[in-house]
T-cell receptor, first 112, second 112 residues
Framework: SQTIHQWPATLVQPVGSPLSLECTVE??????LYWYRQAAGRGLQLLFY??????ISSEVPQNLSASRPQDRQFILSSKKLLLSDSGFYLC???????????FGPGTRLLVL | AQTVTQSQPEMSVQEAETVTLSCTYD???????LFWYKQPPSRQMILVIR??????QNATENRFSVNFQKAAKSFSLKISDSQLGDAAMYFC?????????FGAGTTVTVRA
């Protein structure tokens, strides 16, 4: 069966520091991968999605970037964090050509 | 712009009773997918049920069922025989070209 992992689970970072969040999927090949952000008490906002290695589409211009160095690995990065980057970050995957997305456990990021 | 509206910020239900959550959406597409996701206190997004717009039959998953009214662009979720473990935030979502658009969510509390 397929599983999706995210780490770290929780992260507290100072303003201006770099960021790297990692997402990996097991049990499937060539998945579509997604990064979402959820502000407190609100719905999810799509940040990036990828349909293959090195293929990244950005939905919202911001202080973040994404990379897909391997088929089942998706990384969310920032060179300098802002206070507004605080939130809950969720990675998701789907089978190519199938609409349903499955989510990881998420990372809580607090920027101070 | 495609939007998803959940008009009930909070709903309360007695254990073993039934609760219905409302969702409306706006799209000009004719073929699409709709979802209900559950987000418990752990904040992981869990897929509850999925509906394909070209299917007239309402989807069901154990105690969860939907009432899909395509012409009215309505997609409500019914939770039957509510259990304490059903307490969570529920999000209605619609997908177009990889992007899931979420409603604001409905918080469901279950009274013992």
């Amino acid at each position: 069966s397929q599983t999706i992992h995210q780490w770290p689970a929780t992260l507290v970072q100072p303003v201006g520091s770099p960021l790297s969040l990692e997402c990996t999927v097991e049990g499937t090949s060539n998945p579509n991968l997604y990064w979402y952000r959820q502000a407190a008490g609100r719905g999810l906002q799509l940040l990036f999605y990828s349909v293959g290695i090195g293929q990244i589409s950005s939905e919202v211009p911001q202080n973040l970037s994404a990379s897909r160095p391997q088929d089942r690995q998706f990384i969310l990065s920032s060179k300098k964090l802002l206070l507004s980057d605080s939130g809950f970050y969720l990675c998701a995957w789907s089978v190519a050509g199938v609409e349903t997305q499955y989510f990881g456990p998420g990372t809580r990021l607090l920027v101070l | 712009a495609q939007t998803v509206t959940q008009s009930q910020p909070e709903m309360s239900v007695q254990e073993a009773e039934t609760v219905t959550l409302s969702c409306t959406y706006d799209t000009s597409e004719s073929d699409y997918y709709l979802f209900w996701y559950k987000q418990p206190p752990s904040r992981q997004m869990i897929l509850v049920i999925r509906q394909e717009a070209y299917k007239q039959q309402n989807a069901t998953e154990n105690r969860f069922s939907v009432n899909f009214q395509k012409a009215a662009k309505s997609f409500s979720l019914k939770i039957s025989d509510s259990q304490l473990g059903d307490a969570a935030m529920y999000f209605c979502a619609w997908i177009n070209d990889y992007k899931l658009s979420f409603g604001a969510g409905t918080t469901v509390t279950v009274r013992a």
